[in-house]
């Protein structure tokens, strides 16, 4: 529960007239991974999250009343996952921002959906979200991963056409499911890798991993996977002499990334949705954060025009209540910090194209 986080934010910025706080409250929840391995992201979109409540109770709140944030951990773990939806239940919450994980996210998304409680994922990438969603409420302010494996699927066909492409995949939905789409998507332009191999995650050593990637021969690596295991497999890479390239998804636009892989991680090709720090429309919000010490990077953002979307569709439908939000989700445009956001029969949000960058000197930069 980080309330009072938000609170101490909202009296920074000004005075609040009391009657305000007392009245009806409305509230809204993030959830992620809080704590662990991918804390990253869990911060990310509870800073986003934070800043768009304190700014929206500044500017009067919703249909006039407060908006009350509450926090919770989901560890990335679907067990997790549905034990939070369901306190989350119990507390009344209108609308979840989150969860970042898929395998946590899909699981809950059943509980809101029966629920009637609203979810956007300013996270979860896997097709499958969206394509299967078990009814109407659940959407995303995230890219879909086969967009991702079209551009990096191009990237391996054309560029490294004749180079010897090796796929790794941490055997997670995430990891399994964008190495399949990315190698489907090389594979339809003629070219075959030279080798397709899973690792577990969760280890700090992959000399074994590393030194048979050597003994293929491989010039360009895909790993399918997070940052942890990318930082780690790349400083082995270095430490053995292995001068491929290594690509990945957008889980590698992490700072933990670099702070793992080093200088290692230099020329390290991944996806990500265009940066919206390049945004007008962002640029307070990404300031707000920054002045505060917070992640401004792309998922805190997406958090931030996510509860801006729904609080100007509960304006629009005048009222709370999910069903009458959910219509004005369906139909509405809303103006956000991203630019207008709206919802395709799916629950998929209008958010920029994936665009390639690259670690260069410990820095992010398009490619």
């Given at each position: 529960m980080r309330f009072y986080r938000v609170l101490a934010g909202m009296l920074a910025a000004g005075s609040i007239l009391l009657p305000q706080i007392v009245s009806a409250e409305i509230h809204v929840a993030v959830a992620g991974p809080m704590k662990g391995q991918f804390a990253d992201f869990g911060d990310q979109i509870r800073a986003g999250a934070e800043q768009a409540v304190v700014d929206i109770n500044m500017a009067g709140g919703v249909l006039g009343e407060p908006l009350i944030l509450d926090v919770v951990d989901d560890g990335c773990e679907e067990a997790k996952a549905k034990a939070v939806a369901n306190q989350l239940i119990g507390r009344g919450v209108s609308i979840v921002i989150g969860h970042v994980c898929f395998g946590a996210s899909i699981p809950a998304s059943?509980?809101?959906?029966?629920?009637?409680?609203?979810?956007?994922?300013?996270?979860?990438?896997?097709?499958?979200?969206?394509?299967?969603r078990p009814g109407p409420g659940i959407y995303r302010l995230a890219p879909r991963d086969d967009a991702q494996a079209k551009v990096i699927g191009k990237l391996l066909a054309e560029e490294f056409a004749d180079k010897d492409v090796a796929f790794l995949h941490d055997k997670t939905a995430y990891g399994k499911g964008l190495t399949d789409a990315v190698r489907a998507e090389m594979n339809a332009s003629g070219k075959i890798e030279t080798l397709y191999q899973g690792f577990d995650a969760g280890l700090n050593d992959y000399r074994i991993l590393v030194s048979r990637l050597a003994l293929e021969g491989a010039d360009v690596i895909f790993l399918g996977g997070y940052h942890p295991e990318a930082g780690l497999i790349k400083l082995e890479m270095k430490r053995l002499g292995l001068e491929a390239i290594l690509v990945g998804g957008d889980a590698l636009m992490a700072q933990a990334y670099w702070d793992v892989a080093g200088e290692a991680g230099e020329g390290t090709v991944f996806a990500y949705p265009m940066d919206p720090h390049a945004l007008e429309t962002a640029a307070k919000v990404i300031g707000d954060l920054e002045s505060r010490e917070e992640s401004a990077e792309r998922y805190a953002l997406s958090a931030y025009a996510a509860i801006e979307a729904w609080a100007k569709a509960v304006e629009a439908a005048g009222k709370t209540e999910s069903e009458a939000v959910i219509a004005a989700l369906d139909q509405g445009s809303f103006a956000t910090i991203l630019g207008d956001v709206s919802f395709d029969e799916k629950g998929d949000g209008s958010v920029p194209a994936f665009v390639l960058y690259k670690w260069r000197g410990g820095k992010p930069v398009r490619r």
């Open positions: 059943e509980i809101y959906s029966e629920a009637g409680i609203i979810q956007i994922s300013p996270a979860t990438t896997l097709p499958k979200f969206t394509d299967d």
